[in-house]
Nanobody, 113 residues
Framework: VQLVESGGGLVQAGGSLRLSCAAS????????MGWYRQAPGKQRELVAA???????NYADSVKGRFTISRDNAKKTVYLQMNSLKPEDTGVYYC????????WGQGTQVTVSS
């Protein structure tokens, strides 16, 4: 399975971005997926997760601002990011919960103050 993230960019604080993660291969719909963020000089952290039934969980730092969703037919996971803050800056990746798949290249999100 290959993961390709897209949708990042440079945005001012308070702005929005929508990230997409397209998965190739046959393993997708029953698998819990997550969006991870790696800020400069920090470890990669899970910020949002969605299970096959559609239940979601969020890190406290993004709760109420980010929304994860998935389209199983398109094998794509999305992350809608609103009210962005400079501390949201980092490279965003998608993967299974636990990171069992090969990591993609990620997509850079930069939030200016």
């Amino acid at each position: 399975v290959q993961l390709v993230e897209s949708g990042g960019g440079l945005v001012q604080a308070g702005g929005s971005l929508r990230l997409s993660c397209a998965a190739s291969g046959s393993i997708f719909s029953p698998v819990a997926m997550g969006w991870y963020r790696q800020a400069p000089g920090k470890q990669r952290e899970l910020v949002a997760a969605i299970i096959g039934g559609g239940n979601t969980n969020y890190a406290d730092s993004v709760k109420g601002r980010f929304t994860i969703s998935r389209d199983n037919a398109k094998k794509t996971v999305y992350l809608q990011m609103n009210s962005l803050k400079p501390e949201d800056t980092g490279v965003y990746y998608c993967n299974t919960i636990g990171g069992s798949l090969l990591w993609g290249q990620g997509t850079q999100v930069t939030v200016s103050s």
